[in-house]
C-alpha cells in the first residue's frame, strides 16, 4: 500500500543478518529481573507482532496513513479508523531504506477478555509490554526492555572519578571495536595498537582512548585517556564481565520523574546559577535524558531510581559524567562530578520548566562590520570568504571544536544539510578552534573528525591554545563567541542572517530535535531558493 516500507520479514532478517546479541531486564511483580547477553533467534523473539504489518491494500479503508519526510528521514504512520482494528497504531522511521524506529500497538477486547500488546524497537533497544487477560481464568502482564549490543563481549565499567566510581556499560566486540552505549547512543572506539599486554582503543571522533589489559576472564583492568589539551588527564578503571545494568536495583521505584525540571548549580556562596532544564524520561527504574542549558545539553545520560536517589551517567568519548541526586518533596539535592574530578553541588525542582535564551539571540551581528574569516586548510592553503568559489553562494559557517562533543552533534547534522542542499549551492565551512598548541597534531584532529563523519565541506583551523575570547577576537563581526559551536547562516551576498549559538542534539528528546531540525533545514532550503 505504501511503497519503499521493509515488510517484517525484511525488518527480521535484518537483525538476523547483523548477528547481535541482546541484554534483557523484566519487571516481576515489584522486582526486576536482569539476564546475561545472549544471541537470539528474532523470528521467536517477535512472534507476537509477526501478522501485525498493516501495510497491505486489503486494509486501505481502514487506517489514515501519512507519510512525510523530515530531512533524509522517512516517516510512515498507520492509526486505525476504528477501535475494532487489532493493530490500533504502526508507525516506522527509516534512513536510506532501513528501519530506525518501528512502534506497534495491538489491542482487542470481548466480553470475557481483553489484550494490550506494545512494542517499541528504537536503534540500539526494543521494548516489549503485553496485558492479557481471560475473566476469572488468567492474567498475563509481562514487561520486557532488551539492550541491543554488536556480538562481543559485555562489560560494566567502574571509571574511578576522585571520590566516587561513575558506572557505564561497553561492548568489545568481535571485530575490533569498542562501544559505549548510553541509552540509543553508541560511542565508537576501535583498536588501533598493543602497548605490551594492554590494548589500546583510539575514539573514532575524538583524541582519547581507553587502554586496559585483561585481569582475569571476567574482569579488565585500565585507564581511559583524554588527550584534549597538552596536558593529557586519565581515569582509572575496572571492569566486570556480563554485568548488563549500570546502576543496580532490585525493586521498582515509587515515583516517576517523567518530565521538565528546572535545575541550577550552586556556587561556593550557596548562589544558584542561571537556570537549566533537566529533561527526563522513566521506564519503570531506568532514566534517560539530558540536561539543556543556554548553549547546548549535556548528551546522553542514562541511569536509574533507586529507592529516593535518582542517579545518572554518561560517556561521551570526550566528557564521562556522574549525577546524584536525593528525591524529597518535590526537588532534587545532589553533586554533579566528573572524570577531571571536578564537583558541583546541583538542586532541581521537579514540573517546573525554566526559562532560558533563545538560541538565536545570544550572539548578534555586528552591523559595522562585515563577516570574514581567512584560515589554513590541512595543506596550509589559505582559504578566506572572499575566495571566487565562494561569489554569490549561501552559506553555513560553522564555528567548532573537534574536542566538542555537542559540535560532533552539530556535525552530524550539517552533513544530513550538505548531502540535501550542496548540489542546490549550498556550501558549508567549519572553522576549528583547537585547545591544544600543536598545529602538526590540531590538523591530524581535523583530518580524523572529517573522515571518520565522511564530510565533504572544507574544515580550517582557526586557531590553537582556543579561548572563546580568542574565537571573538577572530571573528569580530560576531558580538561574541560564547559557545562551541555556533552556526552562523549567509545568504548568497554574504550577510548574516541568523546566528544560532550552541547545540542541542538528539539527547534532548525526538520531538524536541525534529523541531529543530525542521526549522533548521527549512532555513537551509529558504537560502538555496533565495534569488
Known amino acids: 500500500m505504501v511503497h519503499g516500507v521493509p515488510t517484517f520479514k525484511e525488518f527480521v532478517d535484518s537483525l538476523n543478518m547483523a548477528d547481535l546479541m541482546v541484554a534483557k531486564w523484566a519487571v516481576n511483580g515489584d522486582s526486576i529481573v536482569q539476564s546475561s547477553p545472549t544471541k537470539v533467534d528474532w523470528s521467536k523473539e517477535l512472534e507476537t507482532i509477526r501478522k501485525s504489518n498493516v501495510n ?48 506497534i500497538d495491538k489491542a482487542n477486547s470481548s466480553l470475557f477478555s481483553s489484550s494490550i500488546i506494545e512494542f517499541k524497537f528504537q536503534l540500539n533497544q526494543y521494548s516489549l509490554t503485553v496485558d492479557q487477560q481471560i475473566n476469572w481464568v488468567f492474567n498475563n502482564q509481562q514487561h520486557v526492555v532488551g539492550n541491543i549490543y554488536p556480538r562481543g563481549a559485555l562489560w560494566r565499567v567502574n571509571l574511578q572519578f576522585e ?24 560511542v565508537r572506539f576501535t583498536q588501533n595498537e598493543s602497548i605490551g599486554d594492554s590494548l589500546v582503543f583510539d575514539s573514532d571522533h575524538f583524541n582519547s582512548s581507553f587502554i586496559y589489559a585483561t585481569v582475569s576472564e571476567n574482569m579488565i583492568s585500565g585507564r581511559w585517556v ?43 556562596k550557596g ?32 541511569g536509574v531510581v533507586r529507592n529516593d536517589s535518582l542517579l545518572l551517567s554518561t560517556m561521551d568519548g570526550t566528557h564521562a559524567y556522574l549525577f ?66 565562494f561569489d554569490g553562494k549561501p552559506m553555513v559557517v560553522s564555528i567548532i571544536g573537534t574536542w566538542c562533543s555537542n559540535c560532533l552533534d552539530e556535525s552530524f547534522f550539517l552533513k544530513e544539510v550538505e548531502e540535501l542542499y550542496s548540489d542546490m549551492g549550498l556550501q558549508i565551512i567549519a572553522l576549528d578552534f583547537e585547545l591544544i598548541s600543536d598545529s602538526v597534531k590540531a590538523f591530524a584532529n581535523i583530518e580524523r573528525h572529517k573522515e571518520n563523519l565522511d564530510i565533504k565541506y572544507p574544515v580550517l583551523l582557526a586557531s590553537t591554545e582556543s579561548t572563546k575570547k580568542r574565537a571573538s ?45 525542521s526549522e533548521y533545514l527549512g532555513l537551509a532550503a529558504s537560502l538555496v531558493k533565495q534569488d
Open 324 to 389: 546524584e541526586a536525593a528525591i524529597s518533596d518535590g526537588s532534587l539535592n545532589g553533586v554533579y562530578k566528573t572524570g577531571t574530578g571536578y564537583e558541583k553541588v546541583w538542586r532541581a525542582t521537579l514540573g517546573a520548566k525554566p526559562t532560558m535564551r533563545p538560541a538565536e539571540v545570544i550572539t548578534t551581528k555586528n552591523d559595522s562590520i562585515p563577516f570574514d574569516f581567512a584560515f589554513p586548510d590541512s595543506k596550509g592553503n589559505i582559504v578566506s570568504l572572499s575566495d571566487p568559489e
Open 163 to 186: 571520590n566516587s566510581r561513575c558506572p557505564i556499560n561497553l561492548v568489545v566486540t568481535d571485530n575490533g571495536r569498542l562501544l559505549v552505549k548510553n541509552g540509543n547512543e553508541l
Open 473 to 517: 577576537e577572530l571573528l569580530p563581526a560576531l558580538s561574541e563567541v560564547s559557545s562551541y559551536p555556533t552556526m552562523v547562516f549567509l545568504d548568497r551576498n554574504h550577510e548574516i542572517v541568523r546566528i544560532h549559538t550552541g547545540f542541542s542534539g538528539p539527547a534532548t528528546g525526538q520531538e524536541s530535535y525534529d523541531a529543530f531540525r
Open 56 to 103: 497491505h491494500l486489503r486494509f486501505r479503508d481502514s487506517y489514515q496513513i501519512t507519510d512525510t519526510l523530515i530531512g533524509s528521514e522517512r516517516r510512515v504512520s498507520f492509526i486505525a479508523n476504528s477501535k475494532d482494528q487489532e493493530v490500533q497504531r504502526m508507525e516506522v522511521r527509516m534512513v536510506k531504506g532501513a528501519i530506525r524506529y518501528l512502534a
Open 226 to 268: 583524554n588527550r584534549k589539551q597538552d596536558d593529557p588527564y586519565f581515569v582509572s578503571f575496572n571492569a566486570t564481565k556480563n554485568t548488563s545494568f549500570r546502576f543496580a536495583v532490585s525493586t521498582l521505584p515509587d515515583v516517576n520523574l517523567t518530565g521538565s525540571h528546572s535545575a541550577s548549580f550552586i556556587n561556593e
Open 271 to 302: 548562589e544558584a546559577g542561571s537556570p537549566v532544564e533537566l529533561r527526563l524520561k522513566q521506564n519503570k527504574h531506568i532514566v534517560t535524558g539530558s540536561l539543556l542549558t543556554e548553549t547546548g545539553d549535556y548528551r546522553f545520560l542514562e
